[in-house]
């Protein structure tokens, strides 16, 4: 089992820049697949990125494609989300989640019903 929490959310300007941060506890967390999601007032949960076990392999959506990185640490049991050029659409509460993939290090997972473990989510408001 696996506990997130992230971190790094903030209110920044339109065009600004902003690292989340998710720490996982645990010592298994090289074996799980990483995603971050994101939910905006009265919309669904969506896929923002999500990164393979081994690091190699990443999915972004379409809308943040080319502004968004996503990368992981395994030494520090932590993935991040670099997000740049950021546009009040980004508004939202962003969510980390995990799903074990001790057996398909190079997989990453895109949608929402494949993780197993979810963060409790941090707040980004960007302002136009």
């Known amino acids: 089992q696996v506990q997130l929490v992230e971190s790094g959310g903030s209110l920044v300007q339109a065009g600004g820049s902003l690292r989340l941060s998710c720490a996982a506890s645990?010592?298994?967390?090289?074996?799980?697949?990483m995603g971050w999601f994101r939910q905006a007032p009265g919309k669904e949960r969506d896929v923002v990125a999500a990164?393979?076990?081994?690091?190699?392999?990443?999915y972004y959506a379409n809308s943040v494609k080319g502004r968004f990185t996503i990368s992981r640490d395994n030494a520090k049991n932590t993935v991040y989300l670099q997000m740049s050029s950021l546009k009040p659409e980004d508004t939202a509460v962003y969510y980390c989640?995990?799903?074990?993939?001790?057996?398909?290090?190079?997989?990453?997972?895109?949608?929402?019903?494949?993780?197993?473990?979810w963060g409790q989510g941090t707040q980004v408001t960007v302002s136009s």
């Open positions: 645990g010592r298994t967390f090289s074996s799980y697949a």
């Open positions: 990164v393979s076990v081994s690091g190699s392999n990443t």
């Open positions: 989640a995990a799903r074990a993939s001790a057996y398909a290090s190079g997989t990453y997972y895109s949608g929402l019903a494949m993780y197993d473990y």
